[in-house]
């Protein structure tokens, strides 16, 4: 399946600037792009769900596959990328910032046969999607699962909802970051640990804090 990641390079994850600068914030967005792109290719390789990705990025990069740049705003971008009439093959669409996600929870994405699945994020986001029918059109930003439920409802089409921690945690804001922390498997755990983020208590919580050295 054709597999659309967007990223957009330039001034990303402006939310986690309390605690990363912004070429922190720019490496470590990379990070997680590349954590991404690592888990669909053990998928296509280790477990059987032929993945076909491509970057859909805002400027160019080079990350090991195919690339598509497009500066247009999100919604755009991704609906030029969707089954454009029927027969069409499906597209999934998978965020970037999926710093939790491994082969088992994104192989649970392609498993529902409906014209439509998704993978909510936490605060109302859509963190995946899979699209069979050209009739269903994504609208970010906002809550945007509330809209991609009606679009889809709207359309008489078929919505299977996958219901997964790990897809649901996007990395968004600084208390994002103690799940990549305790539950990451990928490299971005690593790097954060390296840039002297840690996993502190405050007030009987788990929260981040950053080491000044
Ligand atoms: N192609 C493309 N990807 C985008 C765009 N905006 C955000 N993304 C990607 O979409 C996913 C979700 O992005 P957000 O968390 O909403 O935005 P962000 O820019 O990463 O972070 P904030 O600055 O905190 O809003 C990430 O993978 C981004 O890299 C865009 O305009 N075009
Ligand atoms: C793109 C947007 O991401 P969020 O801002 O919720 O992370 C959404 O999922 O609608």
Partial sequence: MRVVVPFAPGRPKTR????????ERTAFARTMLDDVLSVLSTLDRERGVSVDPLVLSTAPI?????????????????????????GDDPVAVVMADLALATPDALARLFEPD????????????TNALVVRDPAFRVDYHGASVRDHREIAREADLSLAHVDSFRLATDVD????LVEVLLHGEGEAPAWLAETGVSVAAADGRADVERNSG
């Fill in 16 to 23: 986690l600037a309390p605690v990363l600068d912004e070429a």
């Fill in 114 to 125: 409906a014209d439509v699945v998704v993978a909510p994020g936490r605060g109302g986001g």
């Fill in 62 to 86: 080079d990350c090991g596959v195919s690339v598509a740049v497009d500066d247009r705003p999100l919604t755009d971008a991704v609906n030029d990328r969707l089954p454009a009439s029927d």
């Fill in 173 to 176: 804001e600084p208390a994002d």
